[in-house]
């Protein structure tokens, strides 16, 4: 019996992996909760989100019990590839990657057997030890595409014309712009592996509550 439960939920999350939607700086997905109302997928979503926000009364900006939609803004901190570290690979200063602020906006909305979850993004910044701010030199996309990261490798050629980088070799300069499409796709990888796995969190929550209905 616990190995076709087991294959059952394994079977559930597979198949609401195929509903999933991107645009832009937007990741969405469907989930199937069978045989529950929209009222008690949105009570048990509550509870997840209860579960996993420390305060959720802080994160949580709007809630409507009628509509069964709830609004959420909270950070996410998302590890970006330094290109800097790829041009310097001796520093020892710079690490591998920065872990980049992110604000985002959290919509759900619950209907009779399922619910869907959308994750919108705000542009990364990110702060060092003297409170500098830096913003990503891209946008928090997760689907950028072949002629866009041609501007943004000519953004990086601009940036290594400055007076800045007299000092750096051509060598190093080069090996910063072509990085860029590495640095990008790992990028928007990193995005929808933190949201897909924060969905399947929430989803996991939901499925957990519900079978423990019976205790």
Do not use: C
């Amino acid at each position: 019996m616990e190995k076709i439960k087991f294959y059952l939920l394994l079977a559930l999350i597979s198949t609401s992996l195929f509903s999933q939607k991107i645009e832009g700086n937007k990741i969405s997905e469907v989930y199937e909760v069978r045989g529950a109302d929209a009222k008690l997928i949105f009570s048990k979503l509550n509870y997840a989100i209860a579960l996993i926000y420390q305060d959720a009364d802080d994160v949580i900006k709007f809630k409507d019990d009628q509509s069964k939609r709830m609004v959420i803004k909270a950070l996410a901190l998302v590890p970006v590839l330094d290109a800097y570290k790829l041009m310097n690979p001796n520093n020892s200063e710079l690490t591998d990657y920065i872990d980049y602020s992110h604000n985002y906006t959290l919509i759900i909305e619950a209907r009779d057997e399922k619910y869907r979850i959308q994750m919108i993004y705000d542009d990364g910044k990110y702060s060092d030890s003297q409170l500098t701010e830096y913003k990503l030199p891209f946008s928090a996309k997760m689907d950028f595409k072949t002629d866009e990261l041609e501007k943004i490798m000519d953004k990086a050629r601009i940036e290594m014309d400055q007076d800045f980088y007299d000092m750096t070799s051509k060598k190093k300069k080069e090996i910063y712009i072509l990085s860029q499409p590495k640095v990008v796709r790992k990028y928007q990888e990193t995005l929808k592996d933190y949201s897909t796995l924060f969905f399947q969190s929430i989803y996991k929550k939901v499925l957990d509550d519900i079978k423990s209905e019976d205790w």
